[in-house]
């Protein structure tokens, strides 16, 4: 078994050209790229990653909380 970076380190994935670089709030990290390719769809670049918490307010809204219902959940520390 390879450690991550053995795995990122190996020759085939760098010759394959199958690494990417994402940003993330802890900075810079290397993802793998899709790894199926389809016929006549085009490879998506990966976006950076979310903060943790970052979508929570939208989610709550989606799912129905009022605003004063999330409020009351940040303030009692149940969401942050």
């Known amino acids: 078994m390879k450690t991550v970076n053995e795995a990122i380190e190996h020759p085939q994935f760098k010759a394959l050209d199958k690494w990417t670089t994402i940003n993330t709030p802890k900075g810079p990290f290397q993802v793998l ?37 999330i409020n009351l959940l940040y303030k009692e520390g149940i969401v942050g």
């Open 33 to 69: 790229k899709p790894v199926v390719k389809m016929d006549g769809s085009e490879e998506r670049q990966l976006g950076g990653i979310p903060n943790v918490g970052e979508h929570t307010k939208d989610i709550l809204k989606e799912l129905g909380y009022s605003e004063k219902e």
